[in-house]
Nanobody, 121 residues
Framework: QVQLVESGGGLVQAGGSLRLSCAAS????????LGWYRRPPGKQRELVAS???????TYADSVKGRFTISENNAKNMVYLQMNSLKPEDTAVYYC???????????????WGQGTQVTVSS
């Protein structure tokens, strides 16, 4: 069993900063990538940022230069530092992991329950 637990969401004014954290626990045999997705109100879920086991990062164009993803492999944690927040960043943010739980198992996607980020204008 795998659990992803997010923390750090909240209400912030435009131009402010927040740092999201995600703790992964359980049968984490091999993690291929960790990342953050978000679902804005009335819209579909979209990729915000991801980081692979080789520390290659990907960012949505809308957050480049403002958000930074990082990880602590020893603690199985992934973080999203969000600066210069805009009202359009308002969304539920979900932690994501692509991983195997056993040596011979397949990779599966795992999701956290989400944390609300609201940016007021």
């Amino acid at each position: 069993q795998v659990q992803l637990v997010e923390s750090g969401g909240g209400l912030v004014q435009a131009g402010g900063s927040l740092r999201l954290s995600c703790a992964a626990s359980g049968s984490l045999f091999s993690i291929s990538s960790l990342g953050w997705y978000r679902r804005p109100p009335g819209k579909q879920r979209e990729l915000v940022a991801s980081i692979t086991s080789g520390e290659s990062t990907t960012y949505a164009d809308s957050v480049k230069g403002r958000f930074t993803i990082s990880e602590n492999n020893a603690k199985n944690m992934v973080y999203l530092q969000m600066n210069s927040l805009k009202p359009e960043d308002t969304a539920v943010y979900y932690c994501h992991a692509l991983l195997r739980t056993t040596l011979s198992g397949y990779e599966f996607d795992y999701w956290g329950q989400g944390t609300q980020v609201t940016v007021s204008s």
